[in-house]
C-alpha cells in the first residue's frame, strides 16, 4: 500500500500563471467562430501582430471574402475584428500565403 504515489494534490494550472495568459494571446492568432441567431454566424479573429494595420486587413478581408466586419476595441483583449459567416479557412489560408504568418502561430477555434 506504500507504493501507491497519485494521492499528492497536483494542480493543472499552476505553471501558467497571470502572464501566461496576456502571453499566450499576445504570440499567436486565434480565429474563432461564434453562434448567432439562427443560421447565423460571426468570424472573430484576435491577436494580429502590430505590423499588420488592423483597419487595412479589415478592407481585405471583405473585399476578398465578400462580406461584411468590423474592428472591435476590447479593453481585454485588444483589437478584434469580426467578419460576417463562416469565413476561417478563408482568413487561414490568407493569412499563410499572403501575410507570411507561420502556421503554427495560428489557432483555429469552433465546431
Do not use: W
Not at 492568432?29 to 468570424?43: E, P, S
Request: a neutral charge; aromatic letters at 6%.
Amino acid at each position: 500500500m506504500s507504493g501507491i504515489q497519485n494521492l499528492q494534490s497536483y494542480d493543472p494550472f499552476a505553471d501558467l500563471g497571470d502572464s501566461g495568459d496576456t502571453g499566450d494571446q499576445q504570440t499567436y492568432i486565434h480565429i474563432r467562430i461564434q453562434q448567432r441567431n439562427g443560421r447565423k454566424t460571426l468570424t472573430t479573429i484576435q491577436g494580429l501582430p502590430a505590423t499588420f494595420d488592423q483597419k487595412r486587413m479589415l478592407k481585405i478581408f471583405k473585399k476578398d471574402f465578400a462580406c461584411n466586419g468590423t474592428l472591435v476595441d476590447d479593453p481585454e483583449l485588444g483589437s478584434v475584428i469580426q467578419l460576417q459567416g463562416d469565413q476561417r479557412t478563408k482568413v487561414l489560408n490568407l493569412l499563410i500565403e499572403e501575410g507570411g504568418i507561420d502556421k503554427k502561430m495560428i489557432k483555429l477555434h469552433g465546431f
